[in-house]
């Protein structure tokens, strides 16, 4: 049984952590990290779990952490700092769900995130853990970090093509539509529900630090620098991703064969579904789940290929996605504890 | 394993059933019946299900449901009658999800359903399979009358009051309400999303078929007929029944005190979580979980109890439950299959 | 046309206000106060009144006030007691909407609220502005303490029957559904988008404040102390009050024979709109609009009549009844500004 | 008074129709044609109509239409089209809600709706009815073909900007997300309320009628053929559009400079409301009023810019639109009877 501690265990990312975790056969908690409820079951927290899981909540403590295997970190920006770096010294394997881990370059961190990196030694060591792009390097990291909602759901959706060489690394753009979940469980008027139910908006356009992760993978992909138009939306439901994205093509193709590449692409992969052609995604098919699912359909008036991927942003955006680096990483199975349908309604 | 047959694998609670038994470590899907939909795929008809169970669903056809050692039967009102008897004289348990055959009496029956039972014989037969009051002769049936869903709810609530002698047996009120899937994936106006969301409104007044079976068993509790009112409501989410009890006292008490009967009552029963006093129930604590949540409060000024329960009506108020029962009728831990948290979010 | 001022307008139920006398024909705003917006223009703090209402709002200047004929009071608690005698002593009517003068005996306000009643002279004077009920006083008023929106919609719906007599006051109980408007635009973790929606739960059992209010009225109806049981539930709307009202008969009725003595009841009333036999009301009929709708359905072998009553919590149980007032203390038709269709969609 | 008919009353734009006729103070509405619901009052079909509008609705009866003015069109495609001319010769001006008479070329129909179009001598005089374009036009005019509601929201958010030379004519990108009032009450699995709320999903991808509304105007805009990928969402509320819209930049340009075209080109339209930089249109803002708002973004980096305009799609992108084309042919002020704030809540 591998000894797991979340860190920061009462926010949505952790309790969906939580959630996971409960429920996988060759994991166990001993953990749950929580400043603002710490002396509090996590079943009095989240009476989903009462019966399931009734352990305590407490500070963080690294000797207590010290015992466990992987520590997963939900905690708000900056308190990760100060922690994994110790964590990793008392032998701990990381898997960070903050920004911090994510990027090739510490420049790019600074310029989106307005701040220094407090540890850019272990940015070089670190792995981002996007499993299906990664998987290779995820198996010997220390330190994973886990990718952003927004970014697992477009990258994903835009890499076979921009890999190809079939689409134009120019003029992208991805038009992201999120549940609320993804803006955490802290307050705020925007969250309201009388404020953000029978509402949609965008924010944050050209702006959002998404962005920086999606262009950073994307110009892998590419094999040269890609900058892209990234729009994020609040839609008035929980869970849910939805990407929709516009790649022009270097060469007359059709939505058979745009689809075909994707399908090549992904063919080896459990948590990939790419639809058939005149099939596409829809959020409630991901929701609870750690799937992505992608349709493609081609302008063939504009030579236009539009992607729309969709994934639930705290499974396969946030914690799903850290249990399978977890998996990979402890060389189990990649799918243990992550091989159920969602739950549609 | 045991070979389960669904036959309406494609309404709401056809398909909760699928994704409970698709998870089910000692159960495999051998039959899933769609008139609609046969000869598709359940991935289909339900997307979240594609990568994990790709099966056809077909018509129900006898011969192949022969082979499986259980069925449970979610059909329309009527298609269960003819089915039933031909699967049990082929030897399978039978978990029937319509009212069908969960009355002692034909007679009450025939008066609240309108019409004439096809097989009162087999009402003879048939086990009431609210598991939690009836766990022993669920051990031993062939034939289950799973309960419904407001049903479930208010009966789990009300029972351990009046079976104490405490609560009274004149006067119950049970006021529900329960969220849209409870009406099932049929189309009609009063489930078209713009005339659902935002809206509430009660339906059915003291008319609703339900009311007769919670009357039987509350009867059962009270050791004596009860009758009662209940106001079955229509409120804007997919999942969940919150029934709100009025039953008044005969001695004086306090929400302690009655808290500690129900807790008392409940003790053994995984399932069944009794709040602590001061602490109710919200759906949102048992959405995709097969727990019943419990709260009381008694109003000492008029020495009236209120109690609260909370179901996932497609869970414990019917697909959870069928399998529960069938874990008790093959002699599995009747948790098995069923011990994850529900999603909260 | 009258000189207005709202203070508190940037609460829900302050914008409801600003909204309903925007659009009246023979009212002005003249004044908009809000500490938390002072120096703000309204159409920057609810930007759906660009174009429409750019007036800045104020902190409540008492000697801009007095320019004005009528002050609509919609702060916090506390905050109005501190504020109605200086507005009362410059000659303004007041229409307060905080509980602070809805109460026949400041002991019944002490025992509910907890605390001493700062103005108990006040409360002697002042009107309990439910208008079809206290009509001819209103017209007399100075000060107004304009109902809460539970017991609008709840005493609406059982006042007529508890008067004729027919309807027994032992056991009187009231089960009310609430969207979210109604708690306000203040911040909290219960109504965060993703604990609220897809949640139905009940809270303050016994002990919600309206219940004194609900009470106080219906003992008049009854012609003796009347107690009910209250429970207030919260469901995932923004607008809408159903009250679901359970009340034994005195005598042996039909559905039809206690419609009858609603409709004859209310039959000058424009606001009040009692639904033929066999109808109910849903809280889409009513939102956005200043009318009650009541239904009534007898249960003939229980002898109890379910009463159904629905409202739009801030509009006839808020800003709605609070125009409604100053209409008829101004010598208006009733109807000015309010006689529109609500939204239904 | 304009003597006014309906056709088409019961229907989603049809009641918001009489919503806003009913209301409206130099119309009336004399003819409510229905026939799903003929011989039923509206107020039967809509309960929120009752003490407001109790007229029946009726068979379409082209006699009785002839007393109108005006008659408004909301009729399933193709039951336009058979009585318009008989409308028209008859006297009365029409407006109508459906595609048929927004096109200025028969072809460009016939292409994307695949059908001959039955009267393409009327649709060489009709008006195509964008109040904020074609005002000097729709003056004059019969027969006014009423825009879409994607289109409306999503012609007005790119003209400025292409018009101005500014933006660039290739790869434009609108992506839009409505509420589902957009599809219309007709019964559909898709708009199941199980299957539409928690759901985001991107339809019809480059195949959408709309897009061929939306290039007509953008050419005339660009002064050449402009082609744009144009990709419907559907979005779990009620009402609302908002489209997202992309164009590059002819010349280097700040967020500041762009949002200034837009005020200059807007100056003097009611209706019309650009947000100052660093603010953007929701959907809230706009609900139940016939308001266009719009927000500009440039990314600098890309020198792209995202312009972002909300409408209730029911109202300005319907119903709304249809009253202020009615007012300006009757030579009244745009305004009457739209002028109120929307609902926010």
């Not at 939505?255 to 409630?284: C, M, S």
Request: hydrophobic share 35%.
């Amino acid at each position: 049984m591998i000894k797991t501690a979340v860190l920061g265990a009462t926010g949505y990312a952790g309790i969906e952590l939580v959630r996971l975790l409960s429920n996988h056969p060759e994991a166990e908690l001993e953990l749950l990290g929580s400043k603002s409820y710490a002396g509090q079951k996590i079943s009095e927290v989240y009476q989903s779990f009462e019966h399931i899981l009734e352990k305590e909540c407490s500070e963080v403590d690294l000797n207590k952490a010290a015992k466990c295997d992987v520590a997963f970190t939900a905690l708000p920006h900056g308190a990760s700092k100060s922690v994994i770096p110790s964590l990793l010294e008392r032998g701990l394997k990381v898997i960070d769900l903050s920004g911090d881990y994510r990027y090739d370059s510490a420049e790019v961190y600074e310029r989106w995130y307005g701040e220094k990196h407090s540890s850019p030694e272990l940015l070089e060591e670190s792995v981002y853990g996007l499993c299906e792009l990664y998987r290779d390097k995820v198996k010997q990291a220390r330190l994973i970090g886990n990718p952003g909602c927004y970014t697992t759901c477009s990258i994903l959706g835009a890499y076979p093509l921009l890999k190809s060489g079939i689409g134009n690394a120019e003029n992208v753009i991805v038009d992201a539509k999120s549940g609320v979940t993804g803006a955490g469980r802290g307050l705020g008027l925007a969250y309201h529900f009388c404020e953000c139910t029978e509402n949609t908006k965008a924010y944050k356009i050209a702006t959002h630090r998404h962005t920086s992760e999606i262009e950073q993978e994307l110009s892998h992909a590419a094999g040269k620098d890609v900058m892209i138009s990234f729009t994020p939306h609040l839609i008035p439901q929980k869970r849910g991703i939805l990407s929709t994205i516009y790649i022009n093509l270097n060469k007359p193709s059709t939505t058979e064969e745009i689809t075909q590449i994707y399908k090549d692409f992904y063919k080896d992969e459990f948590f990939v579904r790419v639809k058939d052609a005149g099939n596409l995604p829809e959020t409630k098919h991901v929701a609870g789940s750690n799937f992505v699912d992608i349709g493609v359909c081609v302008d063939e008036r504009l030579q236009r290929a539009v992607v729309v991927s969709a994934i639930d942003n705290i499974v396969k955006g946030a914690a799903g996605q850290a249990v399978q680096n977890m998996n990979i990483m402890f060389g189990l199975d990649e799918k243990t504890g992550l091989k159920n349908a969602g739950f549609y309604l």
